[in-house]
T-cell receptor, first 112, second 118 residues
């Protein structure tokens, strides 16, 4: 596709369940980012992938959060044993070098 | 660590008027990039304008321009002839430039909610 694609658009889950959020970046973009946006808050950096380099995981809030990027393309953000405080919009973005980040429309996660 | 501060949580402006959104940042880096992103109610983040720190000339994109003061670490966004479609959350963002490296993590401010009134 022409843009960054994220799925699901909305996810409602019960506390304690695991969830997977998917991001399909723009073809050819070497960098992929995950951010979290909570109600009324800015964008919280989670993790960053750049080519074949080791990912920058410095923003992951706990060991319940993990992400992988397969084949330098699609990325999956996994949240295990979800908690209510994990409710947020999870935004994925991709870029080529130090240029504009192109964002997806986000995945809204609601943990009941 | 870099920080980005947007001191105006909310602002409003009348249609056709001019408004300026403030942004300051803290860094020890000399080379970096600054961005303004717009997030309308649809949630899609859109780049408004980009500035390289090594360029003295302020970036301009149609009705959008910046006032980049490197010494003061200030990067304000001016919107001229405001339109109803400019209503959105505006985020200021900072990206380090790593010479020889490839870590281009983007740090965002908390945003300014701009409402354009008819």
């Amino acid at each position: 596709g022409a843009g960054v694609s994220q799925s699901p658009s909305n996810k409602v889950t019960e506390k304690g369940k695991d969830v997977e959020l998917r991001c399909d970046p723009i073809s050819g973009h070497t960098a992929l980012y995950w951010y979290r946006q909570s109600l009324g808050q800015g964008l919280e950096f989670l993790i960053y992938f750049q080519g074949n380099s080791a990912p920058d995981k410095s923003g992951l809030p706990s060991d319940r959060f993990s992400a992988e990027r397969t084949g330098g393309s699609v990325s999956t953000l996994t949240i295990q044993r979800t908690q209510q405080e994990d409710s947020a919009v999870y935004l994925c973005a991709s870029s080529y070098g130090a240029r504009e980040l192109f964002f997806g429309e986000g995945s809204r996660l609601t943990v009941l | 660590a870099q920080t980005v501060t947007q001191s105006q949580p909310e602002m409003s402006v009348q249609e056709a008027e001019t408004v300026t959104l403030s942004c300051t940042y803290d860094t020890s880096e000399n080379n970096y990039y600054l961005f303004w992103y717009k997030q309308p109610p649809s949630r899609q983040m859109i780049l408004v304008i980009r500035q390289e720190a090594y360029k003295q000339q302020n970036a301009t994109e149609n009705r959008f321009s910046v006032n980049f003061q490197k010494a003061a670490k200030s990067f304000s966004l001016k919107i001229s002839d405001s339109q109803l479609g400019d209503t959105a959350m505006y985020f200021c963002a900072f990206m380090k430039s790593h010479s020889g490296g490839s870590n281009y993590k983007l740090t965002f401010g908390k945003g300014t909610l701009l409402t354009v009134n008819p």
